[in-house]
């Protein structure tokens, strides 16, 4: 594996968290989905997700920490900071919904996106490789879902 997607998958395995991305890839298949992701660079304070906006792409954070909060009729309310390991965008991504709040870079941060383009493709070429992605972001949501002060944080 090339050397950047081995700093992503390392951190998604370090990821102990309750709503831990852990697809079951091998080294191989890790690096077939590297061929799928762009990697993005972060600064501190950059907009990821705006909320309201229509994109399905999902990111995974390789480094770094991202600040999920809603704007509202009140002001802003953080939802949730996300650690390397973790993935964001996943809402949108399964519902085609508008994005449910804005992410952050709370500093400099490194995240992989895999655009619904890419996914497709994916899909077409690498359908096993897909399915298990696409069951390791239902597993995330899901289990954000369980969490209720985590529920509304599924992007």
Same mark, same amino acid.
């Given at each position: 594996?090339?050397?950047?997607?081995?700093? @992503?998958?390392?951190?998604?395995?370090?990821?102990?968290?309750?709503?831990?991305?852990?697809?079951?890839?091998?080294?191989?298949?890790?690096?077939?989905?590297?061929?799928?992701?762009?990697?993005?660079? @972060?600064?501190?304070?950059?907009?990821?997700?705006?909320?309201?906006?229509?994109?399905?792409?999902?990111?995974?954070?390789?480094?770094?920490?991202?600040?999920?909060? %809603?704007?509202?009729?009140?002001?802003?309310?953080?939802?949730?900071? %996300?650690?390397?390991?973790?993935?964001?965008?996943?809402?949108?991504?399964?519902?085609?919904?508008?994005?449910?709040?804005?992410?952050?870079?709370?500093?400099?941060?490194?995240?992989?996106? @895999?655009?619904?383009?890419?996914?497709?493709? %994916?899909?077409?070429?690498?359908?096993?490789?897909?399915?298990?992605?696409? %069951?390791? @972001?239902?597993?995330?949501?899901?289990?954000?879902?369980?969490?209720?002060?985590?529920?509304?944080?599924?992007?």
């Amino acid at each position: 594996m090339s050397s950047s997607i081995q700093d @992503l998958c390392r951190a998604i395995a370090q990821n102990t968290s309750y709503d831990a991305f852990a697809p079951a890839l091998n080294a191989h298949q890790w690096e077939t989905l590297g061929g799928y992701l762009q990697v993005f660079d @972060l600064a501190a304070g950059q907009v990821l997700i705006d909320q309201g906006t229509i994109d399905r792409t999902v990111f995974f954070i390789e480094s770094g920490a991202l600040s999920v909060h %809603l704007i509202g009729d009140k002001g802003q309310m953080q939802l949730a900071i %996300l650690n390397p390991g973790s993935v964001v965008g996943e809402g949108s991504f399964f519902s085609r919904a508008p994005r449910s709040a804005n992410v952050v870079a709370t500093g400099a941060a490194r995240v992989w996106r @895999l655009t619904a383009i890419r996914f497709a493709e %994916l899909s077409k070429r690498q359908p096993d490789l897909a399915l298990e992605i696409t %069951l390791g @972001l239902g597993a995330v949501i899901a289990r954000r879902m369980v969490n209720k002060p985590k529920r509304v944080a599924v992007t």
